[in-house]
């Protein structure tokens, strides 16, 4: 059996947040392609990963992968 060197992702509802939340979560981005702030992403999913929630989703301009990783102070 291998084991997945990546750990386990925990699945989370992103939808289960506040409409304001999940809004300002769409809408402050940053996307290493474009590389520009706030061009807003798409498909959100949200997951935890070692004890580290991240909220997953595509760049809205060119559909790279978004990665917003939250910290405990973000709570
Ligand atoms: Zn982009």
Same mark, same amino acid.
């Given at each position: 059996m291998m084991e997945d060197v990546e750990g386990e992702r925990t699945p989370r509802d $992103? $939808? *289960?947040?506040?409409a304001d939340e999940q809004q300002a979560f769409l809408e402050q981005t940053w996307c290493d392609n474009c !590389? !520009?702030?706030? *061009?807003g992403m798409v498909e959100p999913h949200e997951y935890e990963l070692k004890g580290v929630i991240y909220i997953e989703g595509k760049c809205k301009v060119c559909g790279t992968v978004i990665l917003t990783e939250l910290t405990d102070e973000d709570f």
């Open positions: $992103f $939808f *289960s947040r506040g !590389q !520009q702030v706030n *061009s």
